[in-house]
Nanobody
């Protein structure tokens, strides 16, 4: 059993930046960041392997950066040039598939709200 705890969400203006973190209780292979808007399906934002390979969904390429610190079992999602459409609850998850899709995730964090005001 791996526990994931997200932090760092909040309110930011359009064009601003925010970084969310995900602390894992143990070693993980693939970490993914997902987001969900109420009434819509959860979608993959970005994923990273233990070795540092990354994947980004098209709607965040060039704006978001995923990273991790394996020594701390912690992952990060740096979000720049934020848009109102980025408003969602952001979840981290772990698994072994890459890129990590919703159905492949083994463990999920509780989520953190990111709100981008226009």
């Amino acid at each position: 059993q791996v526990q994931l705890v997200e932090s760092g969400g909040g309110l930011v203006q359009t064009g601003g930046s925010l970084r969310v973190s995900c602390a894992a209780s143990g070693s993980i292979y693939v970490m993914g960041w997902f987001r969900q808007v109420q009434g819509r399906q959860r979608e993959l934002v970005a994923a990273i392997t233990r070795g540092g390979s990354t994947y980004y969904s098209d709607f965040v390429k060039g704006r978001f950066t995923i990273s991790r610190d394996n020594a701390k079992n912690t992952g990060y999602l740096q979000m720049d040039s934020l848009k109102a459409d980025d408003t969602a609850v952001y979840y981290c998850a772990t698994g072994v598939m890459f890129p990590l899709m919703v159905n492949d995730a083994h463990y999920w964090g509780q989520g953190t709200q990111v709100t981008v005001s226009s």
